[in-house]
T-cell receptor
Framework: DAGITQSPRHKVTETGTPVTLRCHQT?????MYWYRQDPGHGLRLIHY???????DKGEVSDGYSVSRSKTEDFLLTLESATSSQTSVYFC????????????FGPGTRLLVL | GENVEQHPSTLSVQEGDSAVIKCTYS??????FPWYKQELGKRPQLIID?????GEKKDQRIAVTLNKTAKHFSLHITETQPEDSAVYFC???????????FGGGTRLMVKP
């Protein structure tokens, strides 16, 4: 597996609380992504980053924000968690040296009560 | 944006049989098509990919074919084994930002 870790791996929180998920890579890859995975929907892109401080929205960005202050870290924040944000969150990375493959982190299971 | 549809959503085969999963995409500019395998509770892992300048690619028991005219691509698994049981996702890359759009997934069950 590529050098990608996610923290926490599991989290239970209450509606209305802020939540931050962290993705950390040791591959020095330029691109980082946040996806959510829900039954019947596959993997849907929330936000992605193409460099330090360079981010853009994906397909399902409402209710989420991201930050990337260092190449190795990409943070996903739920400003005020809702039950609809209960999901499994995957981080992924890819490089731009002609290898477009995205490698996934181990995932974070989030339950919003 | 890109739209990827994947069929079937579930597939059950007998060990040793072949399995085929099909995907269609909407954006003719898409140029990279990976397939991922996800075992229960695990991360998606790349098993094979194909670029738009190639029609077919094989890696041991798995192969992928691409028909750019029809905008569809397929995953073929031959001589299936119980350890092939997993959820398989297709995806298409639709712009220079290296963003992937994923299909909804296919749950493959290989019965011993």
């Amino acid at each position: 597996d590529a050098g990608i870790t996610q923290s926490p791996r599991h989290k239970v929180t209450e509606t209305g609380t802020p939540v931050t998920l962290r993705c950390h890579q040791t591959e020095n890859h330029r691109y980082m992504y946040w996806y959510r995975q829900d039954p019947g929907h596959g993997l849907r892109l929330i936000h992605y980053s193409y460099g330090v401080k360079d981010t853009d929205k994906g397909e399902v960005s409402d209710g989420y924000s991201v930050s990337r202050s260092k190449t190795e870290d990409f943070l996903l924040t739920l400003e005020s968690a809702t039950s609809s944000q209960t999901s499994v969150y995957f981080c992924a990375i890819s490089d731009t040296t002609g290898q477009e493959t995205q490698y996934f982190g181990p995932g974070t299971r989030l339950l919003v009560l | 944006g890109e739209n990827v549809e994947q069929h079937p959503s579930t597939l059950s085969v007998q060990e040793g049989d072949s399995a085929v999963i099909k995907c269609t995409y909407s954006d003719s500019a898409s140029n990279y098509f990976p397939w991922y395998k996800q075992e229960l509770g695990k991360r998606p892992q790349l098993i094979i990919d194909i670029r738009s300048n190639v029609g077919e690619k094989k890696d041991q028991r798995i192969a992928v074919t691409l028909n750019k005219t029809a905008k569809h691509f397929s995953l073929h698994i031959t001589e299936t084994q119980p350890e092939d049981s997993a959820v398989y996702f297709c995806a298409a890359r639709y712009n220079a930002g290296n963003m992937l759009t994923f299909g909804g997934g296919t749950r493959l069950m290989v019965k011993p």
